[in-house]
Every structure is written in structure tokens, then in C-alpha cells.
């Protein structure tokens, strides 16, 4: 059971929009924490995508977008392509544990 | 540019130790406001943090695994290794090093490609 909730699954066609949500509590992200994305594509090492809740590192293309409200954090693509199909994952600190770093559980992104 | 490399052997049988090292390059591993990690993924799940270690030997660790638990560095030789002890089948996943940008809330910015770790006689 991960600290944060994220859905198992999302889909979307070529072109769409879909956003992948991440439920925390008020021990992480409901405490003020920043919330940071991962992508994953199956057989590579993690790729951070957002950090600090909505940067983006250099070389992370605009159609990648993160925001935060409350307990929860939300990663959003637009213009969906191929090469985003992946598993993402959110992160961030939790107050119960010193120094600490909590993942969501992932989210499979399969583009149609 | 930071690169990270696992290296360790890939196979682990039950109850001793897996040892793992990650070698840095393109950085300084004695940099301020980054600290050198280890994380592992389960086959088929998600991502787990395993432990931290700055330069200067300060060091948190995942109270789950804690008990189990060493990381050390060396700074001359820029690498930095992980210990678990009495290993199981539980124990069997991609372990990945990866740098994390030091702050409030910490993020990994950089990691190695991964190293499977299989536990079994």
C-alpha cells in the first residue's frame, strides 16, 4: 500500500489530454510538501519530468504540465504521442519519516 | 553531465548480504545540496527509496528496511554502496542509485540505468 494513490491506469488517443492524479494526506502533500513526476518507460531507469510541482527540467517538452491543491498533485500531458506511453509515478517528502521519500504507486499510461 | 552506474553481483542467496556500489561521474560527489541514494523497484511494482548518505557520512534510511540497512561513501574514489543484510526472496528487484537534489522535499534528478538483484539458493 503506497503512501500516495495514484490510479492504476489511464488511456488516451493521439492528440488528447489526460492527467494522472496523486492523493497524499496532510503528513505530505496536504503539509505543503512538493510534489515531483517520474516517467518510466518499461525497461528504463525512472526519468524525472516535473519537479517542485510544475518545473520542468530542461528537455522535458511544455506538453508536460504539474500542479498541486490540498492533498492532492496532478500531472497533466497534452498532445499525446506514442513515446508518452510509459508509467508515471509521483513523489514527495512525508513528515512521518525523517528525511523520507514516498512514491505513488504508478500509473500506466497506454496511448490508443 | 551526472552519470551513475550500479554494479554488484545479480545474484544473492538467502540470508546474506547484498552489496551494491554506484559510481559517479561528471560530478562531484562532494557537492553541496545533493545527496546519493539507492532505490529499488520490486518486480512488477512500484518504487521504493531504500536510503540517503550525504559526503559528509550523514545518512537517513527507510524505517522498513532500517534494521537491515548500511550505506557508506567514499568520496576519493567517488562512489557510494549499500548493504542489506539477511536478504530474502522479498528482497529480489531492480536496485537503482540516483542523485537527489537536497531540499524540503527531495527529488531524484539523475539516475543510474539499474541493476537486477535476484535472491534465491
Known amino acids: 500500500q503506497s503512501v500516495l494513490t495514484q490510479p492504476p491506469s489511464v488511456s488516451g488517443a493521439p492528440g488528447q489530454r489526460v492527467t494522472i492524479s496523486c492523493t497524499g494526506s496532510r503528513y505530505n502533500i496536504g503539509a505543503g510538501y512538493d510534489v515531483h513526476w517520474y516517467q518510466q518507460v518499461p525497461g528504463t531507469a525512472p526519468k524525472l519530468l516535473i519537479y517542485?510541482?510544475?518545473n520542468r527540467p530542461s528537455g522535458v517538452p511544455d506538453r508536460f504540465s504539474g500542479s498541486k491543491s490540498g492533498t492532492s498533485a496532478s500531472l497533466a500531458i497534452t498532445g499525446l504521442q506514442a513515446e508518452d506511453e510509459a508509467d508515471y509515478y509521483c513523489?514527495?517528502?512525508?513528515?512521518?519519516?525523517?528525511?523520507?521519500?514516498?512514491f505513488g504507486g504508478g500509473t500506466k499510461l497506454t496511448v490508443l | 553531465q551526472v552519470r551513475l552506474q550500479e554494479s554488484g553481483p545479480g545474484l544473492v542467496k538467502p540470508s546474506q548480504t547484498l552489496s551494491l556500489t554506484c559510481s559517479v561521474s561528471?560530478?562531484?560527489?562532494?557537492?553541496?545540496?545533493?545527496?546519493w541514494s539507492w532505490i529499488r523497484q520490486l518486480p512488477g511494482k512500484g518504487l521504493e527509496w531504500i536510503a540517503y548518505i550525504y559526503y559528509s557520512g550523514s545518512t537517513y534510511y527507510n524505517p522498513s528496511l532500517k534494521s537491515r540497512l548500511s550505506i557508506s561513501i567514499d568520496t576519493s574514489k567517488s562512489q557510494f554502496s549499500l548493504e542489506v543484510r539477511s536478504v530474502t526472496a522479498a528482497d529480489t528487484a531492480v536496485y537503482y542509485c540516483?542523485?537527489?537534489?537536497?531540499?524540503?522535499?527531495?527529488?531524484?534528478?539523475?539516475w543510474g540505468q539499474g541493476t537486477l538483484v535476484t535472491v534465491s539458493s
Open positions: 540516483a542523485r537527489a537534489a537536497w531540499g524540503e522535499s527531495n527529488y531524484f534528478d539523475s
Open positions: 513523489q514527495t517528502y512525508d513528515n512521518n519519516v525523517s528525511g523520507s521519500a514516498v
Open positions: 561528471g560530478a562531484s560527489i562532494s557537492s553541496g545540496g545533493f545527496y
Open positions: 517542485g510541482n510544475s
